[in-house]
């Protein structure tokens, strides 16, 4: 992959006027979408809202993983630990929308069994690669290259992050509903986050990555179905309420996800279950299936 040199700003407000490629699920050329014809989505300036919110936690992504390069170059391996927490929370935040760049989610997020020849494939990388050498091996100086691959992976994600036409109403709604069940069968079962014991950051953060999304639809959902917005709302606080007590105030790191009973974990999976069958109706409402 070609990687941005360079991390700039760009104002929200902006966004939709980007010429881009039209419902891109993938890193290849595509078709370019006019202005014009992004602002007819449907929906268009919730889903803008939306991306905006994901290129702030990219911003927010790039600095993180700038504090972990530091600290594996300076710091501790304790500090590492911590560095990694801190950049793992906004990209889980960011992954709901995940479908529109499907190459960089794999290289940043990607699970050593969605690779051939599994943590000795050479296209394993990002985030799991190191939590491999800081949480299982301790060997500060292997996670290195990889974090700068991170790095220049958030920045090309930033650029993707621009390509306002990659987006649309119904795939952030597939990618809200993805996200739920996620966490109700892959994350419950520990495998997120095996070596750093930190599946409940990941799943908190997914569930406010979800909810960021869809706050921007919220008033539209309530237009059509008052109760089932009501309903969407309480869902997604109850979910928050199930994991909250597992955080201090102090830092974003969550309880070690192996102290976490069979009863919590079924909790947390229902709480997740719930929530994303309102979502479904929620794009049913909006009748955003074959938009």
């Known amino acids: 992959m070609k990687t941005s040199s360079t991390h700039k700003r760009v104002s929200p407000v902006l966004l939709i006027g980007l010429a881009a490629a039209c419902q891109s699920t993938t890193m ?26 994901a290129i702030e936690r990219c911003d ?41 760049f499907p190459e960089l989610d794999l290289a940043i997020d990607g699970r050593s069994s969605e690779f051939e020849a599994g943590e000795f494939d050479p ?20 996670a290195m290259p990889y974090a700068r691959q991170l ?44 070596w750093s014991n930190q599946t409940l950051l990941v799943i908190h953060h997914a569930w406010i990555g979800c909810y960021e999304q869809y706050k921007y ?18 869902a997604y606080r109850k979910a928050i309420e199930e994991v909250a007590g597992e955080f201090s105030s102090e830092g974003v790191e969550g309880s070690p996800f192996t102290l976490i009973d069979m009863a919590q974990r079924r909790q947390i999976a229902d709480s997740s279950l719930k929530l994303r069958g309102y979502l479904i109706q929620a794009s049913k409402a909006l009748e955003l299936k074959d938009a």
């Not at 504090?67 to 990209?91: N, Q």
């Not at 296209?123 to 292997?142: D, N, P, Q, V, Y």
């Open 28 to 53: 290849d050329a595509q078709p370019v979408a006019t202005p014009a014809a992004v602002i007819r989505q449907p929906f268009s300036s919730a889903v803008t809202s939306g991306v905006a919110v």
């Open 151 to 194: 790095l220049e992976d958030a920045q090309e994600l930033r650029t993707v992050l621009d390509d306002r036409g990659r987006f649309s109403a119904s795939e952030t709604f597939d990618g809200m509903q993805r996200r739920c069940m996620d966490v109700a069968t892959r994350m419950v079962s520990s495998e997120e986050e095996m």
């Open 123 to 142: 296209g394993f990388r990002g985030f799991h690669r190191i939590e491999i050498f800081l949480f299982a091996r301790k060997r500060m100086g292997a």
């Open 217 to 234: 639809f919220a008033g539209a959902v309530r237009s059509e179905d008052a109760l089932l917005a009501e309903r969407i709302d309480r």
């Open 60 to 100: 927010e992504l790039i600095l993180r993983i700038e504090d972990l390069l530091v600290a594996l170059d300076s710091g501790t391996l304790e500090g590492t630990w911590h560095a990694y927490a801190a950049a793992r929370a906004p990209y889980e935040e960011i992954q709901v929308l995940a479908a529109a």
